[in-house]
């Protein structure tokens, strides 16, 4: 059941009339426009002038539009600000105007990051949502590099996080489950609070989160392990930082583009035309259009398994050797409806919702299960855990160590491997797990080599899907260039 979606298209005359939000960013610009073209409202994503699939195409939009300067693309730089590392006073690689390629200001549009459905095939099998390569892979909050190795080690050391571009398939399912876990560790926070002094265990859909207590005045939190002590469960993000897509996106348009969405502003209050980045340019980003991209990135296909010969042997010995422990084949949905909301609130997951989709819908088309909702098969617990020194980031975080467990759907397309792509291979991937992982790692670096290759076709069968995204329509013409 899909709620405030009606058949009906909203006519081009009436996009149009929604019109150009963003002031001109350089006058000198003569013959040239917004890349983004006709503005979307959320009064008009929640109208039902709009079907699901219009809805889906104005977010597709959105996340291949390569943004402009008249678009709000980029930032200014206040040379008396010290702070030239966060969002909206960076520098730019020789003072270019434009793009840094370190720390963010590194892409024009959503797809460069995510254009590779399968690197299972030579060439690429190219396409919208898919992950990234390693050329654009973001080196995050960097503020130092040393490629010239000062200390003649062979190591440059790096105050950042380099990240590898994960996929968007099957992101409704994730979304859906997080929300759910918090819900559930929200009652059981609340379940503390009403029995003071009794240790409560934080336990859903079979994963372990600690446990709390309250005694009369305050929570003890010390016991939460893999999750902030908020008790929100955030799928997105290599380090669990995210609750929502949207979430994930409010950062990355700032970070990677310089394109500030208006909700920004809006969630602390400020007037939603606020010029945050000192560019010249407003209403970057409307909250409407920040909906149908929420809509985009989680209406995808979600991964496949294609069985091949060895897969079952192999499945049944990644699960005698523990790795099913972290990466939990299927996590079960407690209902078929996935929610949108904003304002998104990351504590409660049933506030202010504007759109409801059925999980079990084409484009999702997750698993029915009787007497619940779907089954997700992730193979993933949503949950951090610490993987040891060998894959420990130098951010100078308590985190370094940690990372939210890898979802293996559609690992075999998604070459290479691990948080910042060092992996070239699965065996790669395998061997260099340690921390709570290192006896699932010892396991498989014991096995003979024909069981090692049952656990190879194990995980080459978890596939992406098939031509994802290809039913919104042809590409739209871009003359503004």
Not at 72 to 94: C, I, K, V
Not at 134 to 149: E, L
Not at 472 to 477: A, E, K
């Amino acid at each position: 059941m899909t709620r405030g979606f009606s058949r009906l298209r909203l006519s081009a005359a009436a996009l149009l009339c929604a019109g150009m939000l963003a002031a001109s960013a350089d006058a000198q610009l003569v013959g040239h426009a917004p890349n983004l073209g006709p503005r979307l409202t959320q009064a008009q994503v929640t109208s039902g002038a709009l079907s699901l699939l219009d809805l889906r195409r104005e977010g597709r939009r959105i996340f291949t539009t390569p943004f402009n300067k008249l678009d709000g693309h980029g930032e200014a730089y206040d040379p008396t600000n010290p702070d030239h590392t966060s969002f909206g006073n960076r520098p730019t690689l020789q003072n270019n105007g434009t793009f840094l390629r370190v720390n963010g200001l590194d892409a024009q549009t959503c797809l460069e990051c995510h254009g590779i459905v399968s690197n299972s095939t030579i060439p690429a099998t190219l396409g919208i949502g898919g992950v990234g390569g390693m050329n654009t892979s973001p080196m995050f909050m960097t503020r130092n590099i040393d490629v010239d190795d000062s200390a003649n080690n062979g190591f440059a050391a790096f105050d950042g996080r380099l990240i590898n571009p994960p996929f968007l398939f099957g992101a409704a399912g994730v979304e859906a489950l997080g929300k759910e876990m918090t819900a559930d560790l929200q009652a059981l926070k609340m379940q503390a609070m009403l029995n003071p002094g009794t240790v409560i265990p934080l336990i859903t859909k079979g994963v372990n989160f600690g446990f709390i207590s309250y005694d009369g005045a305050n929570f003890d939190t010390t016991g939460v392990v893999g999750i902030e002590p908020d008790l929100v469960v955030r799928p997105f993000g290599r380090k669990g930082e995210n609750f929502t897509t949207r979430d994930f996106d409010r950062g990355a348009m700032q970070f990677h583009m310089g394109m500030q969405p208006v909700e920004i502003f809006d969630l602390q209050g400020l007037p939603t035309n606020t010029d945050g980045d000192g560019d010249g340019v407003v209403n970057e980003l409307t909250i409407g259009e920040m909906s149908v991209l929420h809509l985009f990135a989680n209406l995808q296909k979600k991964p496949e398994i294609i069985p091949q010969p060895g897969a079952f042997e192999g499945f049944i010995t990644f699960m005698a050797m523990g790795c099913g422990d972290c990466h939990k084949p299927v996590l079960v949905t407690d209902s078929n409806d996935h929610n949108f909301s904003y304002p998104d609130v990351g504590t409660d997951p049933s506030a202010n919702i504007y759109a409801t989709v059925d999980l079990r819908q084409a484009p999702m088309n997750f698993l029915d299960m009787p007497g619940a909702g779907v089954a997700v098969f992730l193979f993933a617990d949503l949950k951090r855990h610490d993987m040891g020194a060998g894959l420990m980031e130098s951010f100078g975080s308590p985190l370094d160590a940690q990372f939210t467990t890898a979802r293996l759907w559609g690992i075999a397309d998604t070459a290479p491997y691990l948080h910042d792509g060092r992996a070239t291979t699965l065996s790669e991937a395998i061997l260099a797990h340690g921390g709570e992982a290192l006896a699932a790692r010892n396991s498989f670096a014991g096995l003979a080599p024909g069981q090692k290759l049952n656990v190879l076709a194990m995980l080459r069968s978890l596939r992406t899907p098939v031509s994802p995204n290809t039913n919104l329509g042809p590409p739209l013409l871009n003359v503004n260039n």
